[in-house]
């Protein structure tokens, strides 16, 4: 940023106002939206513009009162959620701790959830601990309404609002969730007819790569290669690396998870040469010039066309997301994708998933 006083003494004759409206107010105004960004970020999501106020109008106290009531139903207390009922129900194998089966009940906590005491390292352990969700302080069934937002393909900021909760706090969930998804598409072998093609992201702006003053453009390195495979029932989705696929990286990518003998269709990309004869396909390749003048329906690969547009639209729910995380949100996508069809029934894995998976992120190992 130019400084304005500079610019004075290089331009004395240069009318002041102008100046100004050149160089003081664009920088100005970029500080005004940041401090609001981060405000908006750091508010309450209780705060109304009458609290601590009597003389209100019957709107404003009606609008006010009916505001916290929402932020009250969606801040219970651990005992007032009664999620000891479900966590009650199950009970763990072994101790969280040193992974001994000798362990015996030692009554319950606070919020009424079964509190077990190990003979072998005589510790404390509950059915959460080492879990995503040990030492949580807002009910588990707020996470309910977030993964369903989630699947829906709704943004971090619209479900904090939804869901009165703070920015931060959502965006520390999705990242429970990364570690829950993480391995979820190891286990997903591609048969039959399976449809292959690559889609690409670009880099954010400030990775974005110059030469000559000039932006890299075409496959380049400011370009983020997502493999995409699907056949009749499941999707695959893999990170690549950046620009052009290779040979190498698309074997690395696909070999374990199309089975052998399968039919790929799929464009006359040379990266899929490899993985043709390593697996013994059936290659029907297309010139992807000319399918673009079919119809959808007459189109042999767009039923990954289709996956291909999803996926860029979960990542514009997302879109100021840092790319490192890029590789967690393919996965998550993938798991949205892919069976159960209903929603609910998804929500219903991840729970499973967390409440036995021994996995935990810290809060303020991360975010604070």
């Known amino acids: 940023m130019r400084n304005p006083y500079n610019v004075m003494r290089e331009f004395p004759r240069q009318d002041v106002a102008s100046v100004v409206a050149q160089y003081v107010l664009p920088r100005k105004r970029s500080i005004e939206a940041t401090t609001l960004k981060k405000h908006n970020h750091m508010k309450s999501r209780k705060a109304t513009p009458w609290d601590g106020m009597t003389d209100l109008t019957p709107t404003e106290e009606y609008i006010r009162d009916h505001h916290q009531e929402h932020y009250r139903i ?14 009650n129900s199950r009970k763990p194998e072994r101790c969280s701790y040193c992974g001994s089966k000798d362990f015996i009940r030692f009554g319950h906590n606070a919020s009424g959830v079964q509190v077990y005491r190990c003979r072998s390292c005589g510790r404390r352990f509950t059915v959460l601990t080492g879990t995503i969700f040990d030492s949580h302080k807002i009910p588990i069934s707020e996470w309910i309404e977030f993964l ?4 829906s393909f709704v943004s971090l900021t619209a479900d904090s609002w939804n869901n009165k909760n703070a920015f931060t706090t959502s965006k520390y969930w999705l990242e429970k969730v990364f570690l829950l998804v993480g391995e979820y598409q190891k286990g997903i072998k591609l048969k039959g007819d399976v449809v292959l093609d690559e889609t690409f992201y670009p880099v954010r702006s400030e990775e974005t790569v110059w030469k000559d003053g000039k932006k890299l453009r075409g496959l380049s390195v400011n370009q983020i290669c997502i493999g995409v495979a699907c056949d009749n029932e499941h999707v695959f989705c893999v990170l690549e690396g950046k620009g052009k696929p290779s040979q190498g990286k698309t074997w690395s990518a696909f070999k374990d998870h199309i089975e052998n003998g399968s039919v790929l269709i799929h464009d006359k990309e040379n990266a899929h040469k490899t993985l043709v004869s390593g697996l013994g396909l059936t290659s029907m390749s297309y010139d992807a010039r000319e399918i673009k003048k079919l119809d959808d329906r007459d189109n042999p690969p767009e039923r990954v066309n289709r996956i291909h547009f999803l996926l860029k639209r979960f990542f514009m729910a997302h879109s100021s997301f840092k790319r490192e995380y890029i590789g967690g949100f393919i996965d998550l996508f993938s798991f949205v994708m892919n069976p159960p069809s209903e929603k609910l029934e998804k929500v219903k894995v991840l729970l499973d998933l967390g409440l036995t998976h021994a996995q935990i992120l810290r809060f303020r190992d991360d975010f604070l």
């Open 74 to 87: 969606h801040h219970q207390t651990l005992g007032e959620d009664m999620e000891s009922s479900l966590l």
């Open 148 to 151: 369903y937002n989630l699947f």
